[in-house]
């Protein structure tokens, strides 16, 4: 059976990083690294992981901020595998700090729909699509 565990030092991000490099995940470590570095120094956000042993098969990564209706929202930064504990363990972090509602992305390489799955299970629902422009 799995575990959820959260991240709260620097080593144990590195640790993360090296697992989602190791599983083909694309981002900028060294400014992924800083940002979280910034972003757990200051209790904005939080990283969980589920393992199963040492072996890492899933993480998120949530921030929280004050929205337009001055309530606390919290938001998905990044997520590689896991499953429904994982999403949990995000929810019930969430409504610990405050927060009224969790909004959750949707990866632009998930064809698969497996993502689409577990949040339909947990009682996600469409919200709006984002748009990118590079600068």
């Known amino acids: 059976m799995s575990q959820i565990s959260m991240v709260n030092n620097e080593d144990g ?6 697992r989602a490099e190791e599983l083909g995940v694309k ?5 992924s690294m800083e940002m979280w570095r910034g972003i ?4 904005l956000g939080a990283i969980f992981y589920q393992h199963e042993g040492d072996t890492v098969i899933g993480a998120m990564g949530l921030t929280v901020g004050i929205v337009s209706d001055g309530e606390y929202e919290a938001r998905e930064i990044f997520w ?5 504990q994982l999403l949990g363990a ?10 009224a509602r969790i909004l959750i ?5 998930d064809r698969s729909g497996a993502l689409d799955r577990i949040r339909e299970r947990g009682g996600y629902e469409m919200f709006e699509v984002l748009y990118r422009k590079e600068l």
């Open 27 to 31: 981002f900028d470590r060294a400014w």
């Open 13 to 18: 991000i590195a640790a993360l990083f090296d």
């Open 40 to 43: 757990l120094s200051n209790s």
């Open 80 to 84: 590689f595998g896991g499953d429904l």
């Open 105 to 109: 992305g949707r990866p632009e390489g």
């Open 90 to 99: 995000a929810e019930l972090w969430a409504k610990k700090i405050g927060a």
